[in-house]
């Protein structure tokens, strides 16, 4: 017959199994959560990504817009040179080129800090983060010294690599997110100056018709 203690002790150790169960399906849990957070980290910066090279696609077409105004601009100097057959440098309406909005976006100045910011690398690229590693020893502290800690110390050392991958991802996110803000100013300004460019040549080419 079994004495009180041998019943306490079967007690205890059927509650540390239940406990240990437990414990491990939580990490079982917590690791499905931190894949599922981390392929969303993935998929947004990759759409973020996708966005930013929908912005440099706009603003490329906006630079390759000014450059055919500038050859308007060129053709309707030489128009607007000679009153019929006889030479007139008089009365030319002032090129848009020349004002201090089209330089401020168009100028050389404004063209170097572009390729300074667009030179800048990322700080820290999807899975560039801090790594910390597992603790000396492990996340768990063992106990019936089988299978299932095991499993749990594998499950929170990845874990804790996720983390790190996140960690990265939401520097890369900062970092383009800042870019593209930027950059949307730029493209606003230079979409700007263009339209008033265009109004300007076709009210410069009505004048000599």
């Keep these: 017959m079994d004495t009180n203690e041998d019943v306490e002790v079967r007690t205890l150790d059927q509650r540390i199994d239940e406990v240990t169960d437990e414990t491990l399906d939580s990490t079982r849990r917590i690791l499905r959560t931190a894949e599922e957070t981390n392929q969303i980290g993935v998929d947004t910066l990759i759409t973020l990504n996708e966005q930013g090279e929908k912005i440099d696609n706009v603003e490329r077409r906006l630079d390759e817009m000014n450059v055919d105004l500038k050859v308007t601009?060129?053709?309707?100097?030489?128009?607007?040179?000679?009153?019929?057959?006889?030479?007139?440098?008089?009365?030319?309406?002032?090129?848009?080129?020349?004002?201090?909005?089209?330089?401020?976006?168009?100028?050389?100045?404004?063209?170097?800090?572009?390729?300074?910011?667009?030179?800048?690398?990322?700080s820290g690229g999807g899975g560039g983060g801090k790594k910390g590693g597992a603790p000396e020893g492990g996340y768990i502290k063992r106990v019936t010294g089988d299978e299932r800690e095991e499993e749990m110390d594998q499950n929170l050392t990845a874990v804790g690599g996720i983390l790190d991958n996140l960690h990265g991802i939401a520097t890369d996110m900062g970092d383009e997110l800042d870019r593209q803000n930027d950059q949307l100013i730029r493209v606003n300004r230079k979409a700007h100056v263009n339209v008033g460019h265009l109004g300007s040549a076709n009210d410069r080419m009505r004048r000599q018709l």
């Design 73 to 122: 601009d060129k053709n309707i100097r030489e128009l607007e040179s000679f009153c019929g057959c006889c030479y007139c440098p008089c009365g030319k309406p002032r090129s848009v080129q020349g004002t201090k909005q089209y330089k401020k976006t168009f100028g050389k100045k404004a063209k170097k800090r572009e390729d300074i910011i667009n030179q800048q690398p990322l």
